[in-house]
């Protein structure tokens, strides 16, 4: 799990202050430095998609997300029940810790310019259709954060933007 920009400020604070100093050939510097720059950037999952725009207040308020690009709610432990409503165009991340529990169906897809996949059918009497070059994903939820569809009462909670398919003969 990535640090977060608290925990790298307090690493590189302790390791200026611990006056760390390996004299081999005159490295220390470098020692400090390589340090000092795996605090600040963390592991490469730091870089995964963390979102954009932050949505938390507006999902604990349970106000309806109008997505206009790459949008984040990160949650702080628990479970955090949704009532609103999530739309528009956008990567929606779950990041965090908790549960995300999404009690009303939302509709929203990737930006056009995102959107790649192909179907494609072949096969004459035996067709087989499958999907070339898929989208990336349009839902990321971060290691320790869930999402839950749906309350466990119903059919509520569902993501999708469906596209009516040609029906098959």
């Known amino acids: 799990m990535a640090a977060t920009n608290t925990e790298r400020e307090n690493v590189i604070a302790n ?4 006056g760390v100093r390996v004299q081999r050939g005159g490295c220390w510097f470098s020692v400090v430095v390589t340090a000092i720059l ?5 592991s490469p999952g730091a870089f995964a998609q963390s979102g954009g725009r932050d949505v938390t207040a507006d999902v604990l308020a349970n106000r309806d997300v109008t997505l206009s690009g790459d949008t984040v709610v990160r949650l702080t432990g628990g479970v955090t029940t949704y009532t609103g409503v999530i739309s528009g165009e956008g990567v929606f991340t779950v990041g965090g ?3 995300l529990v999404l009690v009303k169906d939302s509709d929203f897809t990737l930006p056009a310019e995102r959107r790649r ?4 059918t072949v096969g004459g009497n035996h067709p087989v259709t499958t999907i070339e070059n898929p989208d990336p ?18 059919g509520d909670g569902v993501i999708g933007h469906f596209v009516q398919r040609p029906r098959f003969r």
């Open 15 to 18: 390791i200026l202050r611990s």
């Open 38 to 42: 795996l605090a600040v950037l963390g």
């Open 97 to 99: 810790t908790g549960t």
């Open 117 to 120: 996949q192909k179907v494609v």
């Open 137 to 154: 994903p349009a839902v990321i939820v971060q290691r320790g954060a869930t999402l839950q569809y749906g309350s466990g009462s119903g």
